[in-house]
Protein backbone atom coordinates (compact mmCIF):
# COMPACT_ATOMS: atom_id res chain seq x y z
CA UNK A 1 0.00 0.00 0.00
CA UNK A 2 1.50 3.48 -0.79
CA UNK A 3 2.76 5.70 2.07
CA UNK A 4 1.63 8.47 1.74
CA UNK A 5 -1.86 7.12 1.29
CA UNK A 6 -1.41 5.12 4.97
CA UNK A 7 0.01 8.21 6.45
CA UNK A 8 -3.39 10.28 5.66
CA UNK A 9 -5.96 8.31 6.65
CA UNK A 10 -5.95 9.08 10.71
CA UNK A 11 -3.80 10.52 13.28
CA UNK A 12 -5.22 9.76 16.17
CA UNK A 13 -8.57 7.32 17.61
CA UNK A 14 -10.87 9.73 19.89
CA UNK A 15 -12.97 8.16 21.80
CA UNK A 16 -15.75 9.42 23.83
CA UNK A 17 -16.01 7.92 27.53
CA UNK A 18 -19.78 6.93 27.96
CA UNK A 19 -20.88 9.03 31.23
CA UNK A 20 -23.81 6.07 32.35
CA UNK A 21 -22.44 2.48 32.43
CA UNK A 22 -19.67 -0.10 31.73
CA UNK A 23 -18.59 -0.11 28.10
CA UNK A 24 -14.96 -1.09 28.42
CA UNK A 25 -16.02 -2.66 25.05
CA UNK A 26 -15.87 0.26 23.26
CA UNK A 27 -12.55 1.00 24.93
CA UNK A 28 -11.35 -1.90 23.64
CA UNK A 29 -12.53 -1.41 19.88
CA UNK A 30 -10.84 1.64 19.86
CA UNK A 31 -7.68 0.00 20.82
CA UNK A 32 -7.98 -2.77 18.43
CA UNK A 33 -8.57 0.49 15.34
CA UNK A 34 -5.48 2.47 16.99
CA UNK A 35 -3.35 -1.32 16.98
CA UNK A 36 -3.98 -1.07 13.03
CA UNK A 37 -3.17 2.34 12.17
CA UNK A 38 -0.43 2.67 14.55
CA UNK A 39 -1.41 5.76 16.28
CA UNK A 40 -2.68 6.91 19.37
CA UNK A 41 -5.80 6.51 21.65
CA UNK A 42 -7.61 10.01 23.03
CA UNK A 43 -10.53 9.62 25.54
CA UNK A 44 -12.69 12.35 25.37
CA UNK A 45 -14.23 13.65 28.68
CA UNK A 46 -16.58 16.44 29.32
CA UNK A 47 -15.78 18.43 31.93
CA UNK A 48 -18.67 17.59 33.80
CA UNK A 49 -18.03 13.88 33.57
CA UNK A 50 -14.15 14.38 34.67
CA UNK A 51 -15.25 16.56 37.35
CA UNK A 52 -18.32 15.01 39.23
CA UNK A 53 -16.77 11.81 39.90
CA UNK A 54 -19.99 9.42 38.80
CA UNK A 55 -19.98 5.78 40.12
CA UNK A 56 -21.02 2.49 38.25
CA UNK A 57 -22.88 -0.27 40.02
CA UNK A 58 -21.02 -3.09 37.70
CA UNK A 59 -17.27 -1.60 39.56
CA UNK A 60 -18.42 -0.19 42.63
CA UNK A 61 -16.27 1.60 44.33
CA UNK A 62 -14.48 2.83 41.59
CA UNK A 63 -14.87 6.01 39.44
CA UNK A 64 -16.30 5.56 35.92
CA UNK A 65 -13.36 8.28 34.90
CA UNK A 66 -10.72 6.77 36.32
CA UNK A 67 -12.06 3.23 35.85
CA UNK A 68 -11.73 4.35 31.86
CA UNK A 69 -8.22 5.41 32.27
CA UNK A 70 -7.00 2.38 34.19
CA UNK A 71 -8.32 0.65 31.22
CA UNK A 72 -6.41 2.33 28.72
CA UNK A 73 -3.15 2.15 31.07
CA UNK A 74 -3.63 -1.19 30.96
CA UNK A 75 -4.19 -1.96 27.66
CA UNK A 76 -0.91 0.52 27.00
CA UNK A 77 1.13 -1.94 28.80
CA UNK A 78 -0.40 -4.88 26.87
CA UNK A 79 -0.52 -3.72 23.10
CA UNK A 80 2.05 -0.78 23.77
CA UNK A 81 -0.09 1.98 22.44
CA UNK A 82 -0.08 5.47 23.46
CA UNK A 83 -3.01 7.15 24.66
CA UNK A 84 -4.31 10.11 26.62
CA UNK A 85 -7.17 12.03 28.24
CA UNK A 86 -8.38 15.47 26.64
CA UNK A 87 -11.32 17.40 28.74
CA UNK A 88 -13.81 19.45 26.66
CA UNK A 89 -16.43 21.77 27.84
CA UNK A 90 -20.26 20.62 27.80
CA UNK A 91 -21.11 20.89 24.12
CA UNK A 92 -19.23 18.17 22.19
CA UNK A 93 -20.37 19.53 18.86
CA UNK A 94 -18.29 22.28 19.99
CA UNK A 95 -15.10 20.91 20.74
CA UNK A 96 -15.88 18.29 17.57
CA UNK A 97 -14.88 21.93 15.89
CA UNK A 98 -10.79 21.87 17.08
CA UNK A 99 -10.27 18.47 15.69
CA UNK A 100 -8.85 17.51 12.64
CA UNK A 101 -10.23 15.81 9.61
CA UNK A 102 -7.89 13.12 10.01
CA UNK A 103 -8.90 12.29 13.93
CA UNK A 104 -11.40 9.40 14.17
CA UNK A 105 -14.41 9.99 16.84
CA UNK A 106 -15.64 6.46 18.17
CA UNK A 107 -19.00 6.41 20.08
CA UNK A 108 -21.56 4.61 21.68
CA UNK A 109 -24.99 4.34 20.13
CA UNK A 110 -27.86 5.39 22.29
CA UNK A 111 -25.52 7.56 24.80
CA UNK A 112 -27.60 10.10 25.42
CA UNK A 113 -24.60 12.78 26.02
CA UNK A 114 -24.90 14.09 22.59
CA UNK A 115 -27.04 14.10 19.71
CA UNK A 116 -25.79 11.53 17.05
CA UNK A 117 -27.30 13.44 13.71
CA UNK A 118 -25.24 17.00 15.39
CA UNK A 119 -22.52 14.86 15.71
CA UNK A 120 -22.22 13.41 12.15
CA UNK A 121 -23.24 17.00 10.86
CA UNK A 122 -19.88 18.73 12.72
CA UNK A 123 -17.27 16.39 13.10
CA UNK A 124 -14.78 16.65 10.06
CA UNK A 125 -13.45 13.23 10.20
CA UNK A 126 -14.76 9.78 9.98
CA UNK A 127 -17.01 8.40 13.07
CA UNK A 128 -17.35 4.89 14.04
CA UNK A 129 -20.81 4.51 15.89
CA UNK A 130 -20.85 1.39 18.18
CA UNK A 131 -23.70 -0.28 19.46
CA UNK A 132 -23.75 -1.34 23.06
CA UNK A 133 -24.05 -4.88 22.79
CA UNK A 134 -21.30 -5.37 20.02
CA UNK A 135 -18.60 -6.95 21.35
CA UNK A 136 -16.56 -9.12 18.36
CA UNK A 137 -13.48 -7.94 16.68
CA UNK A 138 -13.69 -6.63 13.24
CA UNK A 139 -13.33 -9.63 11.07
CA UNK A 140 -16.03 -9.39 8.35
CA UNK A 141 -15.82 -5.45 6.83
CA UNK A 142 -18.79 -4.56 4.60
CA UNK A 143 -17.56 -1.49 2.15
CA UNK A 144 -20.65 0.21 0.65
CA UNK A 145 -20.59 2.22 -2.19
CA UNK A 146 -23.88 4.28 -2.34
CA UNK A 147 -25.06 5.16 -5.60
CA UNK A 148 -21.89 4.84 -7.10
CA UNK A 149 -19.84 7.59 -5.09
CA UNK A 150 -16.68 6.57 -2.94
CA UNK A 151 -14.06 7.90 -0.57
CA UNK A 152 -10.72 6.50 -1.25
CA UNK A 153 -9.90 7.55 2.38
CA UNK A 154 -12.22 4.69 2.65
CA UNK A 155 -11.33 2.62 0.85
CA UNK A 156 -7.73 2.70 2.21
CA UNK A 157 -9.57 1.97 5.88
CA UNK A 158 -11.20 -1.14 4.86
CA UNK A 159 -7.28 -1.95 2.63
CA UNK A 160 -5.72 -1.62 6.22
CA UNK A 161 -8.28 -3.22 7.64
CA UNK A 162 -7.70 -6.26 5.77
CA UNK A 163 -3.94 -5.71 5.58
CA UNK A 164 -3.08 -5.47 9.27
CA UNK A 165 -6.58 -6.27 11.10
CA UNK A 166 -7.04 -9.67 9.06
CA UNK A 167 -10.63 -9.03 8.44
CA UNK A 168 -12.18 -10.07 5.34
CA UNK A 169 -13.34 -6.89 3.52
CA UNK A 170 -16.56 -7.16 1.10
CA UNK A 171 -16.71 -4.32 -1.50
CA UNK A 172 -20.37 -3.44 -2.42
CA UNK A 173 -21.53 -1.29 -5.37
CA UNK A 174 -24.96 -0.65 -4.01
CA UNK A 175 -28.05 1.77 -5.32
CA UNK A 176 -30.74 2.77 -7.89
CA UNK A 177 -28.80 4.56 -10.31
CA UNK A 178 -27.77 3.30 -13.72
CA UNK A 179 -25.66 0.06 -13.75
CA UNK A 180 -23.02 1.96 -15.58
CA UNK A 181 -22.66 3.85 -12.36
CA UNK A 182 -22.01 1.12 -10.28
CA UNK A 183 -19.82 -0.60 -12.43
CA UNK A 184 -17.59 2.60 -12.58
CA UNK A 185 -17.50 2.91 -9.22
CA UNK A 186 -16.55 -1.14 -8.50
CA UNK A 187 -13.78 -0.60 -11.02
CA UNK A 188 -12.69 2.20 -9.20
CA UNK A 189 -12.36 -0.23 -6.30
CA UNK A 190 -11.39 -3.10 -8.01
CA UNK A 191 -8.35 -1.18 -9.66
CA UNK A 192 -6.99 0.53 -6.10
CA UNK A 193 -7.28 -2.70 -4.40
CA UNK A 194 -5.09 -4.65 -6.56
CA UNK A 195 -2.40 -1.76 -6.52
CA UNK A 196 -2.45 -1.95 -2.54
CA UNK A 197 -1.89 -6.01 -2.80
CA UNK A 198 -5.26 -6.30 -0.76
CA UNK A 199 -7.49 -9.22 -1.70
CA UNK A 200 -10.82 -8.51 -0.98
CA UNK A 201 -14.56 -9.88 -2.61
CA UNK A 202 -16.50 -7.28 -4.86
CA UNK A 203 -20.31 -7.38 -5.97
CA UNK A 204 -22.69 -5.07 -7.55
CA UNK A 205 -26.51 -4.70 -5.57
CA UNK A 206 -29.54 -2.77 -7.24
CA UNK A 207 -32.89 -2.25 -5.43
CA UNK A 208 -33.21 0.14 -1.94
CA UNK A 209 -30.19 1.02 -0.67
CA UNK A 210 -31.12 1.36 3.37
CA UNK A 211 -33.05 -2.00 3.42
CA UNK A 212 -30.22 -4.22 1.35
CA UNK A 213 -27.69 -3.14 3.87
CA UNK A 214 -29.77 -3.24 6.92
CA UNK A 215 -30.13 -7.09 5.48
CA UNK A 216 -26.81 -7.56 5.25
CA UNK A 217 -26.09 -6.23 8.93
CA UNK A 218 -29.14 -8.35 10.57
CA UNK A 219 -28.44 -11.48 8.61
CA UNK A 220 -24.59 -11.51 10.58
CA UNK A 221 -22.85 -10.73 7.26
CA UNK A 222 -20.86 -7.79 8.59
CA UNK A 223 -18.95 -6.78 11.66
CA UNK A 224 -18.09 -3.18 10.14
CA UNK A 225 -20.20 -1.33 7.55
CA UNK A 226 -18.41 1.57 5.93
CA UNK A 227 -20.07 4.15 4.15
CA UNK A 228 -17.52 6.18 2.23
CA UNK A 229 -19.06 9.44 0.48
CA UNK A 230 -17.17 11.21 -2.35
CA UNK A 231 -14.52 14.19 -1.33
CA UNK A 232 -16.24 16.50 -4.15
CA UNK A 233 -18.24 19.52 -3.44
CA UNK A 234 -21.25 18.43 -4.78
CA UNK A 235 -21.66 15.47 -2.31
CA UNK A 236 -21.40 16.90 0.93
CA UNK A 237 -24.67 17.99 1.11
CA UNK A 238 -27.56 16.71 3.52
CA UNK A 239 -28.55 13.76 1.81
CA UNK A 240 -25.37 11.59 2.73
CA UNK A 241 -25.37 13.07 6.45
CA UNK A 242 -29.22 12.06 6.27
CA UNK A 243 -28.46 8.33 5.10
CA UNK A 244 -25.48 8.20 7.31
CA UNK A 245 -27.31 8.81 10.11
CA UNK A 246 -30.15 6.75 9.65
CA UNK A 247 -27.94 3.66 8.97
CA UNK A 248 -26.01 4.50 12.31
CA UNK A 249 -29.00 4.39 14.15
CA UNK A 250 -30.75 1.49 12.59
CA UNK A 251 -27.69 -1.04 12.09
CA UNK A 252 -27.03 -4.05 14.43
CA UNK A 253 -23.13 -3.65 13.71
CA UNK A 254 -20.78 -0.98 13.98
CA UNK A 255 -21.14 2.11 11.35
CA UNK A 256 -18.10 4.24 9.93
CA UNK A 257 -19.02 7.41 8.48
CA UNK A 258 -15.84 8.47 6.10
CA UNK A 259 -16.09 12.28 4.99
Not at 43 to 68: D, V, W
Not at 101 to 124: M, N, R, T
Not at 150 to 158: K, P, Q
Not at 185 to 195: I, K, P
Amino acid sequence: MQKHLVEKLITDVLVLAPEKGSFPHLLEIAVQVAKIFKVRVRLLESLNFATKEPRMPAIKPEETEKFYRNFLETQADQSGIAWDAVIFGYSLQNALKEFSPCELLVLLKGDDSFDLKGVLQEVLGPTLIVPQNFKRDFKEILLAHVNGRFSDRALGMAAMLNKHGQAHVRVVAIGTGTALSLRAAQSQAQYLFERWKVQVDHKILHGDIKQTLLSECEAGKADLLILGASELEDWRDHRFRLFSHAMAEEASCPVLVVK
